[in-house]
C-alpha cells in the first residue's frame, strides 16, 4: 500500500515558467491537502479537496491552482512561478473516522524558483 | 477558527533526560490532536493522536502525550530523550465539527545532546 505519492521530488523552475505537482493516494480518502513549508517554518495550507470535484482555498492560495477530478489524484499547478514559490511542498489526505484520521503525507517535493 | 501554538522554537535536552514538547490549541468544538516528527529532508511522519478516553496517549518511539482540556493542550513527552529523536515537531489539531480541516503549529525543533 503505498499511501501517498508526490512526483517529482525536486525540480528548478525558471521566473514565469509553469508546472504541476502530481499527489495520488491509493487510501480511498475523501480528503487531501497541498501545504508548503519555507525553511524553519511550519506548513501552510495552500488549497484543499474535501472529495472529487470539490476544492477550495486555504491559507495561501495565490499564485497556484488545483483539480480533483478523481479520488485519487490532486495535482497543483502553479502557472507563472516567483522566487516567493521555492518552497517544499507536502501532499497529504487524512482519513475519517476514529481509527483512521491521522493525515498520511506524501514525501515532498523541493522547489526551487530562479 | 482553530489554531495550534507551539510556544518554544527550539528545545534542548541532554540525552538521557525527561522531555517536553508544548503544545496548546484552539477549536470551537472537540479535537483530534495529532504529533507528527519530521526528520531533515523527509516528509511528516505521524507519531500519536488523541481521539478520546484516556488523556495519557502513547505513540510510537517511546513518545507519550497528555491531553488536558481544561488548559486545551496536548504537550508531548519522553521519559528519556535519544540522540536520534533530535527533529522537528508538529502538533496538529482537527475539528471535528468543521468539515475535517487539519491545522498545523509551527513546529519546534528538538535537539537531544549526547
Redesign the interface.
Known amino acids: 500500500n503505498a499511501g501517498v505519492t508526490q512526483t517529482p521530488k525536486f525540480r528548478i523552475l525558471k521566473i514565469g515558467q509553469s508546472m504541476t505537482l502530481q499527489c495520488t493516494q491509493d487510501m480511498n480518502h475523501n480528503y487531501m491537502y497541498w501545504y508548503r513549508q519555507d525553511p524553519g517554518m511550519g506548513l501552510k495550507l495552500i488549497y484543499y479537496s474535501v472529495g472529487a470535484g470539490i476544492t477550495d482555498k486555504g491559507e495561501v492560495p495565490n499564485g497556484y491552482n488545483v483539480s480533483r477530478s478523481t479520488t485519487e489524484d490532486f495535482p497543483l499547478r502553479l502557472e507563472l512561478a516567483a522566487p516567493s514559490q521555492t518552497s517544499v511542498y507536502f501532499c497529504a489526505s487524512p482519513g475519517t473516522g476514529d481509527m483512521n484520521t491521522e493525515a498520511f503525507f506524501g514525501q515532498g517535493t523541493r522547489l526551487t524558483v530562479v | 477558527a482553530q489554531s495550534v501554538a507551539q510556544p518554544e522554537d527550539q528545545v534542548n535536552v541532554a540525552e538521557g533526560n525527561p522531555l517536553t514538547v508544548k503544545c496548546t490549541y484552539s477549536v470551537s468544538g472537540n479535537p483530534?490532536l495529532?504529533w507528527?516528527v519530521q526528520y531533515p529532508n523527509?516528509?511528516?511522519?505521524?507519531l500519536l493522536?488523541y481521539?478520546?478516553g484516556d488523556n495519557l496517549v502513547k505513540g510510537s518511539y517511546g513518545f507519550e502525550a497528555e491531553f488536558n482540556k481544561s488548559q486545551t493542550s496536548f504537550h508531548l513527552k519522553k521519559p528519556s530523550a535519544l540522540v536520534s529523536d533530535s527533529a522537528l515537531y508538529?502538533c496538529?489539531v482537527?475539528d471535528r465539527g468543521a468539515?475535517?480541516?487539519?491545522?498545523?503549529?509551527?513546529?519546534t525543533r528538538l535537539m537531544v545532546k549526547p
Open positions: 483530534y495529532f507528527y523527509r516528509g511528516l511522519q505521524f493522536k481521539i478520546t508538529f496538529a482537527r468539515g475535517n480541516m487539519l491545522t498545523f503549529g509551527g513546529g
